[in-house]
């Protein structure tokens, strides 16, 4: 892991920030030469989603994938533009064709990035971010060495409890797993390339420092090579 960040970082910070110090052109990169396979992952509940949507309403060059999971949906989501809710059995025949990119079980239902997608936004130069589970970010990165990985910490455990709770959809029983399992992956974020704390009310600070890194990383020398 190369740093870890805050969402809330200040000028002076940037001037000892190697990925902040370096240039932050405006969202008119709309293609490049080396795109990049941008993963963002993080505990259940700590906003992923969140940063991602404000992250590619304002960045136009950054397409975010949409995830196909069979776990029910939920209120308030959109079939084919928050997920794409398929059955176990549509689930089981794209994996059984190759048709993902990596796939895991996250409590208790499966998840998994279509390939298809990735291909064609990296084909037409732009960056593909997905948002997905630690262990989701795991196969990523054995597929895919030249993939970015952010992971995306909460505040505190605290915090973090109080936005599952709030979702109103978590059985006490099921906060505490998410719980467990939110401890166990933050102790592994070192494994990441970066770091970004998403700061209670804030998702649109914790998205503009994904931007930078991007930028950054866009620029690096020799570059990320993703290949899907």
């Known amino acids: 892991m190369t740093e870890q960040d805050s969402s809330a970082t200040s000028e002076d910070d940037a001037e000892v920030d190697p990925v902040a110090k370096a240039d932050r052109p405006s969202a008119k990169r709309m293609t490049f030469p080396n795109p990049l396979l941008v993963v963002v ?18 960045r136009p060059q950054v397409v975010p994938i949409v995830t196909a999971t069979t776990r029910k949906q939920r209120k308030n989501e959109i079939n084919g533009v928050h997920y794409h809710f ?11 064709r190759d048709g993902l990119l990596e796939h895991a079980n996250n409590h208790g239902h499966s998840y ?22 630690p262990e989701g970010a795991r196969n990523v990165r054995r597929k895919v060495p030249d993939a970015l990985l952010i992971f995306v910490m909460p505040p ?14 978590e059985s006490e029983a099921s906060i ?5 399992d939110a401890e166990r992956w933050m102790a592994q974020a070192v494994e990441y390339d970066h770091v970004v704390v998403n700061e209670t009310g804030h998702p649109e600070q914790a998205a503009e420092r994904i931007w930078e890194i991007i930028q950054a990383e866009a620029r690096r020398d020799p570059p990320r090579r993703p290949r899907v």
């Open 112 to 133: 998994g990035t279509p390939i298809d997608q990735v291909r064609g936004i990296l084909a037409a130069g732009r960056d593909a971010i997905l948002t997905i589970s």
């Open 156 to 169: 505190s455990m605290e915090d973090l409890d109080d936005r599952l709770r709030n979702r109103g959809s």
């Open 41 to 58: 992952s993080g505990p259940s509940g700590v906003g992923k989603s969140t940063i991602v949507a404000e992250l590619a309403r304002n």
């Open 176 to 180: 505490e797993r998410r719980r467990r």
């Open 86 to 96: 398929l059955t176990d059995g549509d689930f089981a025949e794209l994996v059984a």
